[in-house]
């Protein structure tokens, strides 16, 4: 074997003058920047090239291994310091299947192994990263595979989903339970009959799946997957790879890999894009993480006592603003949307990154596809230690433009407001959330029938697109909405909770905005009244399969919901100027109702003058509407696109109590 390395590196480690290659810096802002593709193992059958980005390093190693876990290195390589901050070597040989650490030496300290920052495979638990040809990780097909059309980001209805609670339920009938090929499976369906799975996805309609963290966290021990261990995965290790406690074999680093790939293209082929939930805000670990063990200090903000800062209330928070942690982002993000065709990207506590950054991300993702779609958090746990005004806050969306943040004013006033379980809003009847609703309605934009009242106002209007405003109700954090509604009526009998779910989404997918519909909410899931279960046990956290028979009501009306959705684009117009000429809020003396009319054939829609009221009072309500003769299609808890439910004629519509009504003339 030929290990090609500077002899001069060698003398100096034999001689100990370790300190010609550490160099001191006054700040942050000095540190090299590396332009080339930050890549730390290139493999080929002939050589295998290593490099690792350690400015501050007197030393750098590699450490070969056998395995993925345990054993002793049975090779160290010193590398070579080359330019900016990069430090390499090159092993003359075929290390198909080995393994290998990184070790850095500051201040005549080792700082101890890490796969490096940017491991593209690893072992179990994500310790050594390994050695091997990402092609040869393909499935079948994996090279034709295509991302299903998108012509316009206004075409896309979210359903987010952690991978253990929508297929761990025996009822579903699903083989790999937990797992990334759960969405591999047709055919699948509960004793009943009810299709579960993959098959549920394309019965249900939704354009995209979105994935609660896939990539390599810390919280679940893969080596001991016999017990059962439950987390959201918000606890980064490895980013770009996928965890192993979603594979069949964590232990074979090109399982994790394959079995990912395979997911993703089923779920193509199914006509569904794939949505992954990335957390760069934040490690698992600070002291010890790979990041922190590579360049001390640099990927992590500090506050003015000089101590890590904690914006994400996980114990730090990352540098994007940083050069080489913002070319880190882009490159991961890149990396995940070509090597695994991902089709986008949720930014968990995207108000802790800055707006350079990304747009930075919105730039690079644009060259690959622009089609693939970004959206975050538009808030931070704590106070991050930049600027407001540099951050990529909800209320700096406007400067962000492809990029959608969550609504959480629309979120509170359709449920009630984040913090007090015990508070409804307008869902459940509580008077004063109009405004939000309206705001919700029109996708966030501004709109002159939008904060007219004096008294009842939205904050602030945040987007320039309604394709920036993310529209939901209940998601993975706090209560999901069936908890809620448990929460804010106690006394509801199931069919108030029915009637009051199929309100709520009503007034979701017929925002302007993105819809987004957390699993399990279509056939009334609840978690035990349990809010943060990160890391409650299956039995609060699975999809009980057997509601989607208990409750088909309401899956029914949700699917016929994305399907009017689907074929009338005057509710996904997709841009503020026709929204604020076609839409018109209809007037109502009454509190708790919403109503408004797509005037004309917005987008060439097939309907004409279509009329959605929304009554959230337990009385019947009578909304004056323009003349005409309507055909009424939905009423009453139920949506008929096909036949209907007969005509109205005149300026009267009458809508029951805690309903929708939908009609068009």
Known sequence: MKIRCFIAMSMLALCGCNHSHQKAYSSFDEYPFFEGKWEEMVYSPSETKFALWAPTAQEVRVLLYEEGQGGSSYRMIPMEAVNDGMWEAVVNENLAGKFYTFNVKIDDVWQGDTP???????????????????????????????????????????YEMHHRDFSIDTVAGIRNRGKFLALTEEGTHTFLGEKTGIDHLKELGITHVHLLPSFDFSSVDETKLEKPQYNWGYDPKNYNVPDGSYSTDPYRPEVRIREFKQMVMALHKAGIRVIMDVV??????????????????????????????????????TASDRAMMRKYMVESVVYWATEYHIDGFRFDLMGIHDIETMKAIRAALDKVDPTIYIYGEGWAAGKPQLPEDQLAMKNNTYQMPGIAAFSDEYRDSLRGAWGDDSKGAFVIGKPGHEAGIKFGIVGGVKHPQVNTDSVHRVPKIWANQPTQFISYVSCHDDLCLTDRLKTTLPKASLQELRTLQKLAETAVFTSQGVPFIFAGDEVLRDKKG????????????????RNKTHNREVFDYIKELIAMRKAHPAFRMGDADLIRKHL?????????????????????????NTVVVLNARTEPITVTVPEGLYRIVCKDGKIDLKNGFGHANGGKLTVGPRSAMIAHQ
């Open 530 to 545: 349990v809010a943060n279960s990160y890391n409650s046990p299956d039995e609060i956290n699975a999809i009980d399969w």
């Open 584 to 608: 018109e809020f209809i007037p109502v003396q009454a509190t708790n109702v919403v109503a408004f009319c797509l005037k004309g054939n917005p987008c060439g829609d097939s309907w004409r």
């Open 116 to 158: 490096g920052v940017m491991a593209k495979a690893v072992g179990v638990n994500g310790d050594r990263a390994a050695i091997l040809d990402l092609d040869s990780t393909d499935p079948e097909g994996w090279k034709q595979d295509v991302r299903p059309s998108l012509k316009s980001f206004a075409d896309i209805m979210i």
């Open 280 to 317: 760069y805000n934040h490690t698992a670990l600070t002291k010890g993480s790979n990041f922190e063990r590579t360049v001390p200090g640099y990927f992590y903000r500090t506050d003015e006592e000089g101590k890590f800062a904690n914006a994400s209330g996980c114990g730090n928070e």
